[in-house]
């Protein structure tokens, strides 16, 4: 019995250790937009898909994330690289959303690069879109890429296509 307690408790101080201290994940809150991207100004100004896309990658990242108001230096710990490419929103409420968002990225380690993706998500809105506004379903686009890229972090696998 004692060696079971004894077993349990080593067990149980391993796991916590393990999980403490984990590496976490550096990288900008909110995600910048490519500077070659011809994204409309109304969506960089009305719309927070930059930080809505930060917060969905921490919220569905098994590693700790942890966010810097710059760009980290990927050469100083473990850093996702990570700028959304291009967005579109076309339509609206009584037509018919028909929006996307784009984003590349990549995952180094002290300056080297792990794995690399691309990913892109589409919505039509869901259900009820026509009492949805265009930064809503935008909104939408992202916490799915959020999935996506949270997913991604637990196994990197270089050239990966998230997404739709």
Not at 117 to 122: D, E
């Amino acid at each position: 019995m004692t060696y079971s307690i004894r077993f349990l408790a080593v067990l149980a101080a391993g796991l916590w250790c393990g999980s403490a201290f984990a590496q976490s994940v550096q990288m900008q809150r909110p995600v910048a937009f490519a500077p070659e991207s011809d994204i409309s100004d109304a969506i960089k100004t009305e719309c927070t898909i930059g930080a809505e896309l930060a917060d969905a990658i921490k919220q569905h990242s098994s590693a700790p994330i942890e966010f810097t108001t710059t760009a980290p230096d990927p050469n100083e710990g473990r850093v996702l690289q990570l700028e959304i490419n291009d967005a579109v929103s076309m339509g609206n409420a009584w037509m018919g959303h028909q929006k996307f968002v784009k984003v590349r990225g990549a995952l180094y380690e002290n300056g080297k690069k792990v794995a690399g993706f691309k990913a892109r998500r589409n919505s039509m809105g869901g259900a009820f879109s026509g009492f949805k506004g265009s930064c809503s379903v935008l909104g939408r686009t992202v916490e799915a890429l959020g999935e996506d890229i949270g997913g991604w972090l637990s196994n990197p696998v270089d050239g990966a296509g998230l997404g739709d």
